[in-house]
């Protein structure tokens, strides 16, 4: 109980580990729909990173959308650069498992994408996922420019409408601008299509978001 307490308090500069310059190492290609998973991306597609919960499971959620092109998993919102997963199972590296997706605006709109994420998880469990305890499991959105930034942020506070009115708690997703998405080890890069057995922890709160 006391190691699930200290793995739920994000560390500060002075406690985090301290990483390294170099990246993982990276197959560059989605095992699924064969497109790149690191840029350069076609131009006319678009990225988006969101958290919520172990991403094994989460990947799957997106890459499954019709309109996503590509997607992987990786680190984002803490203080080690370059960890490896391990480090982050620590919980003293401040980063979240998180997805990167990309699609194509014209299949496929950001709020569709919101709208997977709201529903495909409970946010407002602050740093857990279901039986996952941890900073690394805390939900969030992490938007590359303002308008996905102001959708993100009319998106929560509509889902809070709802699930206030189903009698559920505050939402604790945070909403930050991205800084860093730092690549996870290949072996995580869509993990369940080559394990279809493997894990995954997700489960929503049965509100839709409609």
Known sequence: MILKYIKSILPGPETALPGRDTEQPLLNQHYVTGHLIREPFDESWQVAVFALGCFWGAERKFWQL???VSSAVGYTAGLTPNPTYDEVCTGLT???EAVKVIFDPAHVRYEQLLKVFWESHNP???MRQGNDVGTQYRSGIYT???EQHAQALASRDH???KLSSRGLPEITTEILALEHFYYAETYHQQYLAKNPSGYCGLGGCAVDYD
């Open 159 to 161: 889902y809070q409408q």
């Open 66 to 68: 019709s309109g996503v």
């Open 124 to 126: 407002t469990q602050g």
């Open 144 to 146: 590359l420019n303002a």
């Open 94 to 96: 401040a980063h979240t």
